[in-house]
């Protein structure tokens, strides 16, 4: 009696778990949405294959943004690695495949050419692409992505040097809502090769393999509302010529910019109605630290 009864407690047991794999799929995709794509890939699409399915669903993938993994990581040395640039590229072609063309938002770092190239010709609908850290990304992706990804509103290219003001030109012309522009000079962990901050930025020409040139914002992006040019070599020049025509504009970082000299910064700006926050270049104020 006791064994049976020990059976049936267990029976009885067992029928109050729920059974997760058979959630509705308004449920699932309503816990989904709550997740990270890391997240999705590591747990949920290993269960079954119906939570795999919801996964892959469109709606779940018109964005792919890794950059909260990025700065919350601490393992940072494996990053520049080719098989660690593998798994991303592998990864955002996944998430390109499943969106099905409705991928809008791509915030990554480390991907290379082979991934773009990818998306461009899977992704027309693209809004948002920050391909930031990229040293394997250039120019054959990004000339592929202006031509076939024309509704970018919003592109961050800092320090992926390989990426020409050519192609800048490119983006530019064909992608004619751009409003966020971003293309900084991030050298955080350099700054400990030198005795002194100062130095550092004697130095930092050495480092630095391509600069946003003026003239291609001026011409090209003039309906630009943000713009950042951390630690750019522009000069006052270069930035007088960016303040005439990009009118619109409401949000300027020149932190860094050793060659712009207050009297330039401010009569530049003096023509800006619409301008509303400004990191003016005081390295020491604004000196920006950033994880690669």
Partial sequence: MEVNNGRRNVEMKSEHI????????????????RLSIQERCVAPMLVC?????VCKDPFLNSVFDLEVWFLSSIET???WTP??????DSILMSVAEWSEGGLKEIRVRHCTDQSLLYVADRCP??????????????DESMRKIALKCPKIMELDIS???EISRECMEVLGKNCKNLQIVKKNYVYPTEVSRFESYENYMENLSIFTLGNIDAYVISRYMQHVKHLELRFSTMTDKG???ICKHCVNLEYLDLSGSRNLTMDGVINGISSLKNLKEIKKPNCTAFFYIDLF
């Fill in 18 to 33: 729920p059974d997760w794999t058979k959630l509705n799929l308004d449920c699932l995709f309503d816990i989904f949405s």
């Fill in 49 to 53: 294959k119906t939570w795999m399915n």
């Fill in 77 to 79: 040395s494996n990053r």
């Fill in 83 to 88: 098989k660690f640039s593998e798994k991303v």
């Fill in 125 to 138: 609908n693209l809004e948002v692409l920050w391909v930031k850290h990229c040293p394997k990304v250039t």
């Fill in 159 to 161: 320090s992926s040097y």
């Fill in 239 to 241: 930035f007088a010529s």
